[in-house]
């Protein structure tokens, strides 16, 4: 079946300027997480959905950055008052349940952001 | 907070050599991850291991799981140019409190196999 995918792949925006970023995840997985990566570095952590439950949003650097999920399925990450630091990769992943005897993590294909 | 280290951080070999990457971690975890990703691809799952002792193995690849070290290795059996990428290893941080099912990757082996 489909993975998961996400909008844009590639994104050039303006020091200042908001984003959104779009993953749709794989139906019938009820977690979704999101991740960024800098150039040449590992995943970072920013939140995670979970059915229905309230998101662990521990990860966000800043509350310029903030996230939504309909339901189970889409989720957007929103970038406000961008900055260069924002320069990254960001990565969507889903997975069966987070009550699952295990995590397996399945990740969309990225978008990469760009601020000028 | 829950650390994962791997080591090294670059490898360059040789076709038909072997070596191992090593993943070490912080804290008490018997769930780890090892992801493969190309150049401006996406993660690709290689090996879910669930406990100690636990080793899974696919094609030249073989990932091994020691709890009690927090040790995690990837062993890479006579390298061949297709497995040059960079592999993630990574700690499901729930048995440490974080609360959710989120994972604590290491920075990446970076591995260029050279003809």
């Known amino acids: 079946g489909a993975g998961v995918s996400q909008s844009p792949s590639n994104k050039v925006t303006e020091k200042g300027k908001d984003v959104e970023l779009r993953c749709d995840p794989i139906?019938?997985?009820?977690?979704l997480y999101w991740y960024r990566q800098r150039l040449g570095q590992g995943l970072e952590f920013l939140i995670y959905?979970?059915?229905?439950?309230?998101?662990?949003k521990s990860g966000l650097p800043s509350d310029r950055f903030s996230a939504e999920r309909t339901g189970e399925s889409v989720s957007t990450l929103t970038i406000q008052r961008t900055q260069q630091e924002d320069s990254a990769v960001y990565l969507c992943?889903?997975?069966?349940?987070?009550?699952?005897?295990?995590?397996?993590?399945?990740f969309g294909p990225g978008t990469r952001l760009t601020v000028l | 907070e829950l650390k994962v280290e791997q080591n090294p951080l670059f490898l360059s070999m040789q076709e038909g050599k072997n070596y191992t990457i090593y993943c070490n971690y912080s804290?008490?975890?018997?769930?780890l991850y090892w992801y493969r990703q190309d150049p401006g691809k996406s993660l690709e799952s290689l090996f879910v291991?669930?406990?100690?002792?636990a080793v899974k193995q696919e094609g030249r690849l073989m990932a091994s799981l020691d709890t009690k070290a927090r040790l995690s290795t990837l062993h890479i059996t006579a390298a061949v140019h297709d497995l040059s990428a960079t592999y993630f290893c990574?700690?499901?941080?729930?048995?440490?409190?974080?609360?959710?099912?989120?994972?604590?990757f290491g920075k990446g082996t970076k591995l260029s196999v050279i003809p």
């Open positions: 992943a889903s997975s069966g349940s987070g009550l699952a005897p295990y995590n397996e993590q399945f």
């Open positions: 291991l669930l406990s100690n002792g």
């Open positions: 990574a700690v499901d941080a729930t048995y440490s409190g974080a609360g959710s099912y989120q994972l604590t």
């Open positions: 804290t008490t975890s018997d769930r």
């Open positions: 139906s019938g997985h009820t977690a």
């Open positions: 959905f979970q059915g229905n439950s309230a998101p662990d």
